[in-house]
């Protein structure tokens, strides 16, 4: 079976967990990951962190955002074309929901300055113990990751995200943690 195959596969896989998964267990999961984050080395020494609002089946890092905003700085990725643009997040009221997916979005300045982005948590369909993630398809972070080149990368997500191996092609990104409830 093809890689591309074998993703679409496990994307299949995945939201058959995700459906069967109870708004409590969603929650708990997710409070769980934002407590292992914030006792993160990574966390703490960061000043600058890309971060992402949540789709519904994405791990809440809501409460992690407005708790730690302003004392760290936050970043939120716009869908700009093909590609991720890094915009501040100032606040809930900043947030526009926008594209197919409905995702909220900041209407802020662009950031630009790659380098001085100190942690990126970074959402997935399925994670391996090797830091390789299953996105939606779309590429958009395999593009924006080489750019944050000094950054920690953490991807973040449920227990059943996690699996023994995440088909790989030669662009797909790989993280430097993975954080899911154990």
Do not use: N
Request: with cysteine; aromatic share 10%.
């Amino acid at each position: 079976m093809a890689v591309v195959e074998k993703k679409r596969a496990l994307r299949k896989e995945i939201a058959g967990y995700k459906r069967l998964m109870t708004q409590e267990a969603k929650h708990a999961e997710c409070m769980i990951c934002v407590k292992e984050i914030e006792e993160a080395e990574a966390f703490l020494e960061s000043k600058i962190i890309l971060a992402y609002w949540p789709l519904y089946d994405e791990i809440d890092l809501r409460p992690l955002i407005l708790k730690w905003h302003p004392e760290k700085t936050f970043l939120l990725p716009q869908v700009a074309g093909e590609k991720l643009e890094l915009r501040y997040f100032k606040g809930e009221d900043s947030l526009v929901p926008q594209g197919k997916y409905g995702i909220m979005e900041p209407r802020t300045e662009i950031f630009t300055k790659y380098d001085k982005v100190d942690l990126v948590l970074v959402p997935g369909l399925a994670f391996d113990h090797l830091g390789y993630r299953l996105g939606r398809g779309a590429g958009y972070y395999d593009k924006l990751l080489p750019k944050l080149y000094k950054a920690v990368k953490i991807g973040v997500g449920f227990r059943f995200q996690m699996v023994k191996e995440v088909p790989v092609e030669p662009h797909d990104e790989v993280l430097d943690i993975v954080i899911v409830p154990k």
